[in-house]
């Protein structure tokens, strides 16, 4: 049972776009979410979070936008940089209820930045 | 250093055998997270330790699992009879608070990866 799924196993965007990372997630529970960025032979790297009391949080180049009514978040980059090239994973969890401890990812995806 | 460490980053095994990885946390970081991250897989939940005790291990798959963590610092993964489904990549991340809300992103190690021959 994938409570948190990403689609699209792999994107191609060309650098100074946007690119455009999409979750859906299916824990009604779930009030917490974040991004997670992970280049090979590397543990994954916190990016930026947005709690279920907004639906945007921006940081830099990096928004996070979040529907709650679809259960749908996105992840924004603009402009994107080939150094931006690595498997984004969207986590979710439970964070005001007895399951705070843990973080459930989806199966990433691979986002690459071409020149 | 500054981040999580985690030992050994490479370990090939024979089926049955026993197996330990070691997880260094961020100093000061009472949270220890263990994660499992199979091919084509995002990370997934094994045990959370808060100081010395495991708060919660419902991700641990069966009791050839278990993790310690005696002085609220380094922990231990070990898995006894290996099995060559247990092949993944084994994470390690710490936290400077318990739970995973506002203020409780985890710090991964780059993670030990396990194959079983």
């Known amino acids: 049972d994938q409570q948190v799924k990403q689609n699209s196993p792999s994107l191609s965007v060309q650098e100074g776009r946007i690119s455009i990372l999409n979750c859906d997630y299916t824990n009604s529970m779930f009030d917490y979410f974040l991004w997670y960025k992970k280049y090979p032979a590397e543990g994954p790297t916190f990016l930026i979070s947005?709690?279920?009391?907004?639906d945007k949080n921006e940081d830099g180049r990096f928004t996070v936008f979040l529907n709650k009514s679809a259960k749908h978040l996105s992840l924004h980059i603009v402009p994107s940089q080939p150094g931006d090239s690595a498997v984004y994973f969207c986590?979710?969890?439970?964070?005001?209820?007895?399951?705070?401890?843990?973080?459930?990812f989806g199966t990433g995806t691979r986002l690459q930045v071409t020149l | 250093g500054a981040g999580v460490s985690q030992t050994p980053s490479n370990k090939v095994t024979e089926k049955g055998k026993y197996v330990e990885l070691r997880c260094d946390p961020i100093s000061g970081h009472t949270a220890l997270y263990w994660y499992r991250q199979s091919l084509g897989q995002g990370p997934e939940f094994l045990i959370y330790?808060?100081?010395?005790?495991?708060?919660?291990d419902s991700g641990l798959p069966n009791d050839r699992f278990f993790a310690v963590r005696p002085e609220g610092s380094v922990s231990t993964l070990k898995i006894q009879r290996t099995e060559r489904g247990d092949s993944a990549v084994y994470l390690c991340?710490?936290?400077?608070?318990?739970?995973?809300?506002?203020?409780?992103?985890?710090?991964f190690g780059e993670g030990s990866r396990l194959t079983v021959l």
């Open positions: 947005i709690s279920s009391i907004k």
């Open positions: 986590a979710a969890s439970a964070a005001n209820t007895g399951t705070a401890s843990k973080l459930t």
């Open positions: 991340a710490s936290s400077s608070r318990p739970g995973t809300g506002i203020g409780g992103e985890l710090f």
């Open positions: 330790f808060q100081g010395t005790g495991a708060a919660d």
